[in-house]
C-alpha cells in the first residue's frame, strides 16, 4: 500500500491546478441575466466552444472562455445576435415619476414601448437574430374627414441557415394587429440574412481543445513539481533540528550516573605484579 501524499503537498497540488485552469480562462461578459448567460453558453457550444458561467452580485452571471477560443467566441456571438438587447417593458416605460404628464409625452412613451414590446416578440423567433421596429402614428387632425392611418417598418437579421420567406405574412399580420389603426398594407418587412463563417469541423474543436487542456496540463504539472520540490525541501532541512532535538530531549530525561570511585590494589595483586614485571625484564635482557 503506497503511503498517503502530506497535506501541503495535496494542497499545493490542488491550488496549482486550479491556477492552472483559470490562467487559461478569459473573462467574456460579468453582468448577465441567468437566461442570458445560458442562451450564450448553448450558442458556444453548439460551435464546440467551452463556456463557464461565473457567479456575481445580485443574481447576476460572468461568462468565460479559453484563451485560444476568444475571437472565436466573439464571432459567433456576432452572428448569433448574442447577447440580445435588453427591451423596456410598458410598465417602466409608463412609470408614474411626475404629478402631471403632458399628452405628448404619453403619446411618445407609448409608441415607444410598443415598439419595444414588438421586437421583444419579433426577437423571439427561431432564427432572429436581432430586430428592430419602427412605427409612425401620425398626429390626429380634428379637422381632416378621415384619420391618417400608421405605417410600420421592421427589420430582421437572421441566421443564414434560415430561411423567413414562408413566414412573412404572419409577421406582417403580428405587427399590423398589435397596433391600432395600422393597415396590413401600410406594413414594410425587410429580412437581412448575418454574414458569417461557418462552425468549425469537428476535428478542428477537438485538435484546439487538446491543445488548451494540453497546455495546463503542463502547466499545472510544472506547478505541482515546484511545490512538491519546495515540500521536501522544507522536510529535509528540518529532519536534522529534529532529530537533534529528540536527542537532546532523550540525554535531559536519562538519569545521570553516579561516579564510581577507585578500588585500591591487594597485596596478592601487588606481587603478581612485581613477578610479571621482573620476568618481562629478565626477557629483554637476555635477548
Do not use: Y
Not at 419595444?116 to 379637422?143: F, K
Amino acid at each position: 500500500m503506497h503511503a498517503p501524499l502530506p497535506r501541503p503537498l495535496r494542497l499545493a497540488g490542488a491550488a496549482a491546478l486550479l491556477l492552472a485552469l483559470a490562467a487559461c480562462r478569459e473573462p467574456m461578459f460579468s453582468d448577465l441575466a441567468e437566461r442570458d448567460a445560458n442562451e450564450i453558453v448553448a450558442a458556444l457550444r453548439d460551435h464546440g466552444i467551452s463556456a463557464v458561467k461565473v457567479p456575481g452580485a445580485e443574481h447576476r452571471w460572468g461568462l468565460e472562455v479559453g484563451s485560444d477560443d476568444f475571437s472565436r467566441a466573439v464571432q459567433v456571438l456576432k452572428e448569433n445576435g448574442l447577447p440580445r438587447p435588453s427591451h423596456a417593458s410598458i410598465g417602466e416605460l409608463f412609470r408614474k415619476e411626475g404629478l402631471v404628464s403632458t399628452p405628448s409625452e404619453e403619446r411618445i412613451r407609448f409608441v415607444f414601448a410598443q415598439q419595444q414590446e414588438l421586437e421583444s416578440t419579433l426577437s423571439r423567433i427561431d432564427g432572429v437574430v436581432s430586430a428592430r421596429v419602427h412605427v409612425v402614428m401620425p398626429q390626429s387632425d380634428p379637422l381632416a374627414d378621415t384619420p391618417r392611418p400608421a405605417s410600420a417598418s421592421v427589420f430582421i437579421k437572421h441566421r443564414a441557415d434560415v430561411d423567413l420567406t414562408a413566414s412573412v405574412p404572419q409577421i406582417k399580420a403580428l405587427v399590423a394587429r398589435s397596433i391600432e389603426s395600422l393597415p396590413h398594407e401600410n406594413v414594410t418587412l425587410s429580412l437581412f440574412p448575418a454574414r458569417g463563417g461557418a462552425a468549425p469541423a469537428p476535428a478542428a474543436v477537438v485538435a484546439a481543445d487538446a491543445v488548451t487542456w494540453r497546455g495546463a496540463a503542463w502547466v499545472a504539472l510544472a506547478a505541482l513539481a515546484g511545490g512538491a520540490l519546495g515540500v521536501l525541501g522544507m522536510r529535509a532541512r528540518s529532519k536534522p533540528a529534529a532529530r537533534k532535538a529528540a536527542r537532546d530531549k532523550v540525554d535531559a530525561a536519562a538519569p545521570s550516573r553516579p561516579s564510581l570511585a577507585p578500588v585500591p590494589a591487594t597485596p596478592r595483586q601487588d606481587s603478581r605484579q612485581a613477578t610479571r614485571h621482573a620476568t618481562q625484564t629478565s626477557a629483554r635482557e637476555a635477548s
